[in-house]
């Protein structure tokens, strides 16, 4: 597996789109519904699927290979954006993860899918 780092990767996603004059039609709204849409395609996949259904998806090569395409259309569009307004995803996520922490504290949220204002 490609060890790349978050700024690595992001800077990869800013060439392809400068060497295609991309920035032009890549404004926050519109990163934001590519992320949305590519979100979409990836759920399509797995819809109206059970569990195990969805689990057999994985196994089959092509089927889970349509899959990867999917999580990476949703981290280009992510990449993109925070590169183009520069967020720090690294750090957004980070800070996010602490904020979680607070609203679902291990003892109360431990094997829990409730939402935190229902813990």
Request: with cysteine; proline share 3%.
């Amino acid at each position: 597996m490609s060890k790349k780092t978050i700024e690595e990767i992001s800077l990869k996603v800013q060439k392809f789109c400068e060497e295609r004059d991309w920035d032009q039609f890549h404004g926050p709204k519109d990163l934001a519904i590519g992320v949305i849409t590519e979100a979409s395609e990836l759920l399509e996949h797995f819809r109206f699927l059970s569990e195990e259904q969805a689990l057999d998806l994985l196994d089959n090569p092509q089927q889970k290979e349509d899959i990867e395409d999917e999580l990476a259309d949703v981290l280009f569009f992510l990449l993109r954006f925070s590169q183009r307004f520069n967020v720090d995803l690294a750090q957004a996520l980070m800070r996010k993860i602490e904020k979680s922490e607070k609203k679902y504290p291990v003892d109360k949220a431990k094997g829990s899918n409730k939402k935190y204002n229902k813990l």
